[in-house]
């Protein structure tokens, strides 16, 4: 009844009913697009007011991509709701091209990931930078050595995360190309880092490894591991909003509690690194 109304009182056709489903005119669609706007300044004119008055409220949509989520949530998500009672949290997981485009969309408020996207209308505050480490199977040549020099990797030992994800990228700019087909006869690509952590040990080869995974391993699966010689090779993390964002007031909560939980040695910068592309 009320787009109804609304149709009668701009004299035109704002839905096409004879459609099924339903569906704008075209008309219709610069209609819809006038009204998004108006919704969105109607959301920001609440949330000047909430922050006005210093009250953090409402719903908060957060998207975590796959090689963070089980990592960082721990580490602020609960001192977040006891502080914030009010705030009703929602987090999934999306690699980042869907977080780019649900972010212009405005399905969600939010994210962390790596970055930097390249992306004009999103807006990034990065939060810390987070060093790769190298994981080798039991047995690799290459535990024989202290630090690890990117030369000393080929691509054919590798074992990788599967097309999508952002780490895949990184991990890749890594490894060196080479013309020798022979190694191993699987070939494998991963969902999840605990996936790829577990077929190294069971198998041969490496993977590369950021510092909060890297945390999480036993102390014998850290025998494991080895730094990088040189500039140590890391991948920058950032809070992300987009275009359509309008809830400052939780936005700011957020960063400001996980910045107080970061563990502390990512609170400084490694003194050489080198931060790694994600395309």
């Not at 998207?63 to 009672?85: E, R």
């Not at 505050?125 to 630090?147: A, I, M, T, Y």
């Amino acid at each position: 009844m009320q787009i109804q109304k609304l149709e009668d009182y701009l004299q035109i056709i704002i839905f096409d009913r004879s459609k099924t489903p339903v569906e704008p005119t075209p008309m219709g669609r610069k209609v819809l697009q006038y009204a998004q706007k108006v919704m969105g300044a109607a959301n920001e004119l609440e949330e000047l007011g909430k922050s006005l008055r210093g009250e953090v409220s409402g719903e908060f949509i957060l998207a975590i991509i796959p090689t963070l989520a089980p990592y960082i949530l721990p580490l602020f998500v609960n001192k977040f709701l006891d502080k914030y009672p009010d705030v009703e949290l929602k987090i999934y997981e999306y690699q980042t091209d869907e977080i780019i485009r649900f972010l212009r969309e405005g399905k969600i408020d939010g994210a962390i990931l790596a970055t930097p996207l390249e992306e004009k209308d999103i807006n990034e505050r990065p939060l810390f930078l987070e060093p790769f480490s190298v994981f080798f199977s039991p047995g690799h040549s290459l535990l024989k050595k202290k630090q690890i020099e990117k030369k000393d990797l080929e691509i054919k030992d590798a074992w990788l995360l599967k097309e999508g994800h952002c780490m895949r990228a990184q991990a890749l700019s890594l490894c060196k190309v080479t013309k020798d087909k022979s190694g191993r006869q699987l070939f494998f690509e991963a969902g999840s880092m605990e996936t790829l952590i577990n077929m190294v040990k069971s198998s041969s080869g490496f993977t590369i490894l950021p510092y909060l995974t890297c945390e999480t391993l036993s102390e014998k699966d850290k025998k494991l591991l080895r730094e990088f010689k040189g500039e140590i090779p890391t991948r920058e993390i950032s809070f992300v909003t987009g275009p359509l964002s309008m809830k400052s007031s939780i936005e700011k909560a957020l960063v400001e509690v996980f910045e107080e939980n970061l563990p502390a040695a990512l609170r400084k910068a490694p003194k050489r690194s080198e931060i790694l592309s994600i395309n």
